[in-house]
């Protein structure tokens, strides 16, 4: 069996009068993540660890911000169509590895609903989505709540 390893990273600004979406969930906030798309940060790291196991580019590749067809784009759609590519490819996702990097909100109650919501566009169990939350501790700017991370690592075989 082949098996690779892909990281991913994203980040964006949050701002009023946007919906705050991480790992397809809509989650009560006051603020939300500028983007292009939906702005799922966890999803778009997951998406480029994929990709990068693969040396097939980044996200902004196959989704660019330039294009209007992305404007407002549900990540989770993003997602299943990174998926169909790395499995014509031959490739299926192993396991994922990922942490959500936020001061507020608090994200625990959030993340079986966002473990299961990546499993099924996936094909994989939740077991195999693994999804923590943590703080920047107050430190720069995720930890004075002017945006939010997340980091992913994907295991894919083929």
């Not at 949050?14 to 799922?40: E, F, M, N, T, Y």
């Not at 923590?132 to 004075?144: F, R």
Request: net charge negative; proline share 6%.
């Amino acid at each position: 069996m082949n098996i690779r390893i892909g990281n991913g990273y994203d980040i964006h600004r949050l701002v009023s009068d946007r919906p705050l979406i991480l790992g397809g969930v809509k989650i009560p906030h006051s603020l939300g993540l500028l983007g292009h798309s939906d702005a799922d940060v966890l999803t778009h790291a997951i998406m480029d660890a994929m990709l990068g196991a693969l040396s097939l580019g980044d996200i902004g590749h196959y989704f660019p911000p330039s294009d209007p067809k992305w404007a407002g784009a549900d990540s989770l759609v993003l997602l299943e169509q990174v998926n169909e590519l790395i499995q014509e490819q031959g490739w299926r996702v192993g396991n994922i590895d990922s942490v959500v990097v936020a001061e507020r909100p608090k994200l625990k109650p959030h993340i079986e609903e966002m473990r299961g919501n990546l499993a099924k566009v996936l094909h994989l169990e939740p077991n195999q989505v693994g999804v923590k939350a943590t703080t920047n501790e107050k430190l720069g700017p995720v930890g004075n709540q002017e945006g939010i991370c997340a980091y992913a690592v994907v295991l894919i075989n083929g």
